[in-house]
C-alpha cells in the first residue's frame, strides 16, 4: 500500500473513531472452508482472530454470536465499528458487514403449470410424472419455521430417510423430534442473530416459540407449496376448495426457522442467522434451497449479503438456491436477490379468482375480489367514501387510505366504506372500518395497481375492485347525496382469462447491483396461493381476528419462489447430476411468453410485460425437463464475473484457494447466462455463450428477434451436436444503430433443432 492509501484509510479510521463506537452485531466472512481442518479447529481461529480486535480470548468468547465452520468460514461477533475495519484490514477476512435484517416476501396452480391432470395425477411425460413427484429430493427452507402437524407434512405411504441425510429435528417450545417423520425430516432455529440486534426474545411477549414451529404461518405456507403432500378437500372457508398439494408431493423437507417477529426497524430475518441456517443446511444434505425474504434497494453487494454469500457457498456445493424476488413493484429497478448464482422469482396470477359482487345504486354493478368469511345480507346499505369520514384528527390521506385509527365512527357506523388501496396492508384497512362501526368495505385500487385484483380473508365483508371500477365508485358516492350499495358473497371462479397477468407488486428489474444481469430471472404463481398455514395465528394475523385455518390464501414473491423451488426439486429427481446453472438455464430457456388466450402476458395495467418484469417469461415445467440445450456455469464461472466487477484476488482467495483472475478481466455479459442484458452499449459488442447439449445428436439454427436501434448477429448460426454432453460456443455482437434513447429495448436469440426443442434466452440492451 502507498503512503496516499494509508493517509486515506488513517482519516477513515479517525472518523469512524469519532462518529459511531457504538457496538453491534456484524459479520466477518473468511471465505470457505477447506477440507482437512475440524469444526473445533475453525472456532479456535475465530476465536483468536476476534480476540485479536476486542483485547483478549475471555472477550472474544463472550462477543461471538455463530461461528461459521461447515462449509463457510466465517463467523458473527459483536463488534465496533472500529474492530470491524481492523478486521478488514487483515488479508484473511474477505468482507466484514451489517447484521442486517431482511423481511418476508409476503393448488389449483400446478395444474395451471401443466403439470396436473384432471384425475390429480401427472399426465403422462409431465415432469411430475417423469420426476416421480420427486422423489426423495430434500428441500429446505429458510423461513418462519413449520407447522409440522398440517396434512402437508404426513409421511403415510412415504419410503424410509434418504441416506445421506444428516440433519435433524432441534427439540424447543411446543416442538421435539417426534413432531418430525419421514415428510418433515429436519427442523432447526437460528436465533442469536436477531438476539444480537434486539435483545433477548421474550417468548411471552411475542407470541412465537423458541422452537421450529411456525407462529406466523409464512413458513408453513412456502414450504408445502414448494413440497407439500397430496391433502384432499383442502379449502380456505371453502375457497378455493380441491386436493392442495406442493409442486414436489414425494419431496421430502427440513424447515430452517430464522425469522421472527416484526422488530421496530421492520427486520425479521437476520444474516448472522441466514448464514448459520445456510451452512448447516449444506452439511445437513439438503438438495435446494427456498429463501423468500430479502432485503429492498439499495441492494449490499455480494459479500455484504448473509444471502448471496450462502448461496455461493450453496451452488459450490450443487445445491440450487431459489429466491423470491420482492414485493416493491411496479416500481423499476425494485428486484432484490439479485446474484447471479441465485434463481430470482418474480410473481404472476393463475386462472382463478374469488369474485364478490359489487353493486350501486345506481345500478352499475362490478366484480370484485375477496375471501370475506362474513356476508352480508343480499340488499343495499349505505355507502360513504373513507375520505369523507375521517376523524378530527386524520389527514384527508390517512382517512382516504383508512390507517389505523382515522375514520369516524359517528359517519361510519352502519355503514360500507370505500377505503382506497396503499401503503398500510389491506387487510388491516377493513380492521379500521369494523373497529369504526362500519359493516362492509369495498377497496378500491389506485391507477398504479390498476386490475391487480388479490382477494383477502377480511375480518369483514369487503371485495376489492379494480382501478377503473373504483374511480366509478367514487363517481357515483359523489354524484348522489344518499348512495348505497350491495356487497355480494364471494365465489370462487375457475379458467379466468387472462392469465398470468405479472402482479403489480412483483419486483422488477434492471437489477441495481449488477445491471448486465437479467433479473428476475422468471415468474410463476404467487397471487392468491391457497397452501397450509399455522394454527396459531389467524388468516389475516391482525389482532382480533380469532380465526384460525389450515390452509391461507396469500400472495407475493413468497408465494412464487417455492412455485419455482417445486419445480427445481422434480427437475433434480430427474436429472441429478444437472448443475445449479443448467437447472436454471433449462427452466428459463423454455419459459412461455403467452397468457391462456394465446396473447403475450400483460401486467396489472395491461400492458404487454417484458423482461424487466418476468424475466424469461412463464415456467413451463414440462418443457424444462428438456431443454435440448443448457448454458452452465461453474462457481469457477462466477468467481470470473466477480473478478470483473472488481472484487479483488485477495477476496477471491480466501472462497477458492489459488483461484487467479486473469489478467484481461472478464465483462459482465460475459457470464455464461441464459439471459444477455447490456446495459451500456456505446459501439458495437461481441459477447461469448458456450451452450450443452444435454439431448441426443442434432443441429441447431439460430434465429434473432431484434428491435429496431440495434443489429445482432450470430457466428456460427448453426451448432451441430454428435453427441449428449457436447459444448460448443458461439458469438453475439450487437450494433448499435440509432442514438441512446434512454431507455432499454429487449429482444431473443433463440436456437431451435427443428424438433422439439426450443432454446429461447431474451436480451435486454441499452444503447448510450
Ligand atoms: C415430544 O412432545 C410430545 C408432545 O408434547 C410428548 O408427548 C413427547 O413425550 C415428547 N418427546 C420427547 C422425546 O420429549
Ligand atoms: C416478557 O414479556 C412479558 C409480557 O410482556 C413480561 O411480563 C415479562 O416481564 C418479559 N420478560 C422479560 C424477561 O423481559
Ligand atoms: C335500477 O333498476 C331498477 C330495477 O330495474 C329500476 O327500478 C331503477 O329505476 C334503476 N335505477 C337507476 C338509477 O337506473
Ligand atoms: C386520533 O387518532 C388516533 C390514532 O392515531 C386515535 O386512536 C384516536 O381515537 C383519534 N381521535 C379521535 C377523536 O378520533
Ligand atoms: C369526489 O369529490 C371529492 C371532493 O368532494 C373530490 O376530491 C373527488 O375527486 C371526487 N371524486 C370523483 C371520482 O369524482
Ligand atoms: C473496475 O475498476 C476499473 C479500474 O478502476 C474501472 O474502470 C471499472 O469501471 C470498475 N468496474 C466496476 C464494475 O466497478
Ligand atoms: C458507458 O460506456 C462509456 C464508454 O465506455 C463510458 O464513457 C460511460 O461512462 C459508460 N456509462 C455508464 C453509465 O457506465
Redesign the pocket.
Known amino acids: 500500500m502507498n503512503s496516499l492509501t494509508w493517509a486515506v484509510l488513517s482519516i477513515l479510521l479517525v472518523t469512524y473513531h469519532v462518529s459511531h463506537d457504538a457496538q453491534a452485531a456484524k459479520i466477518v466472512y473468511l471465505g470457505g472452508c477447506q477440507k482437512g481442518y475440524t469444526s473445533e479447529q475453525y472456532t479456535t481461529y475465530h476465536r483468536e482472530l476476534l480476540a485479536s480486535v476486542v483485547g483478549s480470548l475471555a472477550l472474544a468468547k463472550e462477543r461471538l454470536v455463530y461461528s461459521y465452520t461447515n462449509h463457510i468460514n466465517g463467523f458473527a461477533a459483536v463488534l465496533t465499528d472500529e474492530q470491524a475495519y481492523e478486521l478488514t484490514k487483515n488479508p484473511a477476512v474477505t468482507s466484514v458487514f451489517e447484521n442486517r435484517g431482511h423481511y418476508l416476501h409476503t393448488t389449483e396452480s400446478w395444474k395451471f403449470l401443466g403439470l396436473e391432470d384432471s384425475d390429480g395425477d401427472g399426465p403422462p411425460e409431465s415432469l411430475w410424472d417423469e420426476s416421480k413427484l420427486g422423489a426423495d429430493v430434500i428441500i429446505g427452507s429458510l423461513d418462519t419455521g413449520i407447522w409440522p402437524e398440517s396434512l402437508s407434512y404426513n409421511d403415510h405411504g412415504i419410503g424410509p430417510i434418504p441416506a445421506k441425510w444428516k440433519g435433524t429435528c432441534v427439540s424447543g417450545t411446543a416442538f421435539n423430534a417426534s413432531n418430525c417423520n419421514r415428510k418433515l425430516i429436519g427442523a432447526r432455529f437460528f436465533i442469536k442473530g436477531y438476539e444480537a440486534q434486539n435483545g ?1 426474545f ?5 407470541g412465537d416459540f423458541l422452537s421450529p414451529r411456525d407462529k406466523d404461518g409464512h413458513g408453513t405456507h412456502t414450504s408445502s407449496t414448494a413440497g407439500g403432500r397430496f391433502v384432499k378437500r383442502a379449502s380456505l372457508f371453502g375457497f378455493a376448495s380441491g386436493t392442495a398439494k406442493g409442486g414436489a408431493p414425494s419431496s421430502r423437507i427440513a424447515a430452517y426457522k430464522v425469522c421472527w417477529p416484526t422488530d421496530s426497524t421492520g427486520g425479521q430475518c437476520y444474516d448472522a442467522d441466514i448464514l448459520a441456517a445456510l451452512d448447516q443446511g449444506i452439511a445437513d444434505g439438503v438438495d435446494l434451497f427456498t429463501i423468500s425474504l430479502g432485503s429492498g434497494v439499495p441492494l449490499p453487494n455480494y459479500f455484504a449479503d448473509g444471502i448471496a454469500i450462502g448461496a455461493f457457498h450453496a451452488i459450490e456445493n450443487g445445491i440450487p438456491v431459489v429466491c423470491s424476488a420482492g414485493n416493491d413493484g411496479p416500481a423499476p429497478g425494485s428486484v432484490a436477490n439479485v446474484a447471479p448464482w441465485i434463481l430470482t422469482v418474480a410473481a404472476s396470477s393463475i386462472d382463478r379468482t374469488f369474485i364478490s359482487k359489487v353493486a350501486l345504486g345506481n345500478n352499475a354493478t362490478y366484480d370484485g375480489e375477496s375471501l370475506s368469511q362474513d356476508k352480508l345480507p343480499n340488499r343495499y346499505f349505505p355507502l360513504v367514501s373513507s375520505a369523507d369520514v375521517g376523524n378530527s384528527n386524520a389527514s384527508l390521506q390517512e382517512s382516504t387510505l383508512c390507517f389505523a385509527g382515522s375514520l369516524d365512527p359517528q359517519k361510519v357506523a352502519g355503514k360500507i366504506v370505500a377505503c382506497l388501496r396503499g401503503v398500510t396492508a389491506r387487510v388491516s384497512k377493513g380492521l379500521t372500518v369494523k373497529l369504526a362501526g362500519g359493516i362492509g368495505m369495498i377497496l378500491a385500487n389506485p391507477p398504479a395497481s390498476g386490475n391487480e385484483l388479490i382477494a383477502d380473508p377480511h375480518i369483514l365483508p369487503a371485495s376489492q375492485l379494480t382501478a377503473q371500477d373504483g374511480a366509478a365508485l367514487f363517481a357515483y358516492i359523489n354524484s348522489t347525496s344518499s348512495p348505497i350499495a350491495l356487497l355480494g358473497a364471494a365465489s370462487t371462479i375457475l379458467n379466468v382469462k387472462p392469465a398470468p397477468v405479472m402482479a403489480s407488486f412483483s419486483s422488477q428489474g434492471p437489477n441495481s447491483l449488477t445491471p448486465d444481469i437479467l433479473k428476475p430471472d422468471i415468474t410463476g404463481p404467487g397471487v392468491n396461493i391457497l397452501a397450509a398455514y399455522a394454527e396459531a395465528t389467524s388468516p389475516t394475523g391482525l389482532p382480533f381476528d380469532t380465526r384460525v385455518v389450515k390452509f391461507n390464501v396469500i400472495s407475493g414473491t413468497s408465494m412464487s419462489c417455492p412455485h419455482l423451488a417445486g419445480v427445481v426439486a422434480l427437475l433434480k429427481a430427474l436429472h441429478p447430476t444437472w448443475s445449479p446453472a443448467a437447472i436454471r438455464s433449462a427452466i428459463v430457456t423454455t419459459a412461455s411468453l403467452l397468457d391462456n388466450t394465446g396473447n403475450p402476458i400483460t401486467d396489472a395495467s395491461q400492458n404487454i410485460a417484458g423482461p424487466f418484469n418476468y424475466g424469461a417469461g412463464q415456467v413451463n415445467p414440462n418443457k424444462a425437463a428438456d431443454p435440448g440445450l443448457v448454458y452452465d456455469a461453474s462457481p469457477i464461472d462466477y468467481l470470473l464475473f466477480l473478478c470483473g466487477l472488481n472484487y479483488t484476488q485477495t477476496q477471491l482467495q480466501t472462497i477458492a484457494g489459488t483461484f487467479v483472475c486473469p489478467a484481461v478481466l472478464p465483462t459482465t455479459s460475459d457470464l455464461n447466462y441464459p439471459s444477455i442484458t447490456i446495459s451500456n452499449l456505446t459501439t458495437k459488442l461481441t459477447i461469448t455463450r458456450t451452450v450443452t447439449n444435454v439431448a441426443r445428436k442434432s443441429t441447431y439454427i439460430a434465429t434473432i428477434e431484434a428491435p429496431v436501434g440495434i443489429s445482432v448477429s450470430v457466428y456460427p448460426s448453426r451448432l451441430e451436436f454428435s453427441k449428449k454432453g457436447q459444448q460448443k460456443t458461439f458469438q453475439i455482437t450487437f450494433t448499435p444503430n440509432s442514438p441512446p434513447s434512454g431507455s432499454y429495448i429487449f429482444g431473443q436469440l433463440i436456437w431451435k433443432d427443428g424438433h422439439r426443442h426450443v432454446v429461447r434466452s431474451p436480451f435486454a440492451v441499452n444503447i448510450s
Open positions: 433477548p421474550n417468548e411471552t411477549a411475542s
